[in-house]
């Protein structure tokens, strides 16, 4: 019986722990137009990560609470949410894209 070398059985183990793991806590995907989730539910003081997948900019706007302004393709935007509450957000360049931060 031939056993694998160490550095074989670490590449294999690490590959099924990445598969294994799960997606990033507190971040918004921005693909296909539309937010990955669509409802993120974070604890106050938490700061959300919003990446941009697709090809073009998009925004994460929240009239009168936050606005990310143009979030470039590739790039990501930051937020620490420093309230409680429900806050429906949107794209302004892609209008139909609809998201919402509830903070506890």
């Not at 670490?10 to 990445?18: C, I, L």
């Not at 806590?25 to 990446?51: C, E, H, L």
């Not at 900019?57 to 393709?73: C, L, Q, R």
Request: charged share 20%; net charge positive; with cysteine.
């Amino acid at each position: 019986m031939r056993l694998a070398s160490p550095f074989v059985a670490a590449v294999a183990f690490a590959g099924a722990a990445a598969l294994a793991a799960p997606a990033a806590k507190d971040t918004v995907v921005m693909d296909g137009v539309a937010y990955q989730p669509a409802t993120i539910t974070v604890k106050r003081g938490a700061t959300v990560s919003f990446v941009n997948k697709d090809p073009y900019p998009h925004t994460v706007t929240s009239a009168g609470n936050f606005d990310s302004k143009e979030i470039a393709a590739g790039k990501t935007w930051k937020y620490t949410a420093k309230k409680a509450g429900r806050f429906d957000y949107i794209c302004t360049l892609h209008p139909n894209m609809k998201g919402t931060l509830v903070v506890e």
